[in-house]
């Protein structure tokens, strides 16, 4: 069995902001590509400072 595995993405340091309806867009799209690539990735967090979004594989 696979350990499960994930990452954080830290854009508060980049200077990103949180829009809502964009970034969950974004989001959605990074979270897959990342999934798709990487076989025992199970979750990714977000951190945009104020706001931290995690997703699952299983989302």
């Known amino acids: 069995m696979r350990?499960?595995?994930g990452m954080n993405l830290d854009y508060a340091k980049a200077g990103?902001?949180?829009?809502?309806?964009?970034?969950?867009?974004?989001i959605t799209y990074i979270a897959t590509f990342i999934f798709a690539l990487v076989k025992n990735a199970d979750w990714i967090t977000f951190d945009f400072?104020?706001?931290m979004q995690k997703v699952t594989r299983k989302e």
């Open 49 to 51: 400072g104020a706001d």
């Open 16 to 26: 990103a902001a949180m829009d809502d309806e964009a970034n969950h867009e974004t």
């Open 3 to 5: 350990k499960p595995y």
